[in-house]
């Protein structure tokens, strides 16, 4: 089966619940932001602009818990900021757990092997020494690390970890290979951790998920690599969305820079020729969501917007209308579901309902109307029965050439960030120049969002210089 059939059957039972009680709008995915404090800070980044990066505002654990339980979805995605930072993040994991939901933790991957060694410490025996073996042959721990894991006292020993279940999935984020990620996240080698950790998991019985976000600049080649790449690394399935802009920022574009959007935004038509082949990679990958959802992204149907279905939660409560757009915060899920006018949003075969949605294709606002039925087409049922339940794609076989292609960068020290700065610095930045002063952070450029929103200008104009570097 290309999904677990037990998760499988916890979300078609949901749904086939609702359906029953006529519920007109219910929620699947919940997306719980327990904070916006992240250890990366890339430009473009809604989250960390958006809201306050401080500790101090953070949601108590009790009242995450109890938003789960409020809207009730399946799943949630447990993402931020950096969840991994929240102090609380292993009471929260095993709460959820304990409700009964299905998690993802969407991560940016450079705590958890951190987190993961918690677990072992928790847990080991000699009979976690093969294991161990393992990670030090991979260089995926140190000597040293596997001491403090082998000589665990009792506090380690009790303290609640994030351990390997079947109903939780690490949801790492890799928007590229090495070179196009740790521009993106700004920070050379986090590429490297990323897999590191992606290894590690592996070897000690999680589940690994990975969630892509394709931008203008994407490379479709590249994506097809990088699929290829953690397929082979026996990655359980991958989550992939085109980016969102803001229309706010297609009219700075105009008024400000006299430019044309489409050289800097990824229109409708731009997503669906990137995303032309999703169903062959739907085929050859585990690639989750479903086939209606494939099917629109590759502009062969329509579907109308369901975000109320993956709704959000964060310290100023719900989040409406979607995970994009900001129009206002509510206390309560059913608080909100009466009060936002839902009709307002969304495009509806082809006309956009808000000029903000107008090129709006992502995971969060689209997914689950593939598996909700809406705009149902006969046969879709079928479809999406087929898909969950066919045999899971073999993993992409590894190979020295593919991970050669993966590591395309210049990992710490050595600097492909460098290089991209100087470029920025350089005479040639032109229009831009001004950027130029604004990128630096810690001495690296900021160009992108794993969150797929705000305004990405930056990142993509930074990136096309650098591609144009490359060529030279
Ligand atoms: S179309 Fe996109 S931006 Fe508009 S409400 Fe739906 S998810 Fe949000
Ligand atoms: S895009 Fe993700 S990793 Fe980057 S700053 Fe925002 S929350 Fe952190």
Redesign the pocket.
Known sequence: MRFPFALTKKIASHIIKHKIRKTPKFAMVLQLEPL?T?????T?????REYSTSLKDMVPLEQCLQAAIECDAPMVSV????PLIYPKIEELIAGLLEQGRVLYICT?GMFMRKKMRDYLASVYSPAFEPMLKQLLEGKLISEKEAEVIRKSDAAARKKVVIAPTKWMYWNV?VDGLEFTHDLI??REGVFKECVEAIKMAKICGYQVATNTTVYRETDVAEIEDMFKYLSSLEVDGHTISPGYDYDAAKKDMVSRLGKDPKQFFLTREMTRAKFAKIQDWGKAFTIFGTPVYQEFLAGKRELTCTAWAIPTYNVKGWKAPCYLMTDGHYNGYQEMLSKVAWEKYGVVNGVARDPRCEHCMVHCGYDPSGALGTNYQSGDNWKNIKYNFGAKPKPFPSSPELAKRAFNGVTIGKGHLAKATAIINSPAAGARGAFANEVHHDNEAHV????G?GDTTERDELLAKIKDAKKD
């Open positions: 916006h992240c250890n990366l800070t890339c473009g980044c809604g989250r960390i993402c931020g900021g950096e940016n984020h996240v700004e992108g969002s794993h969150c929103t």
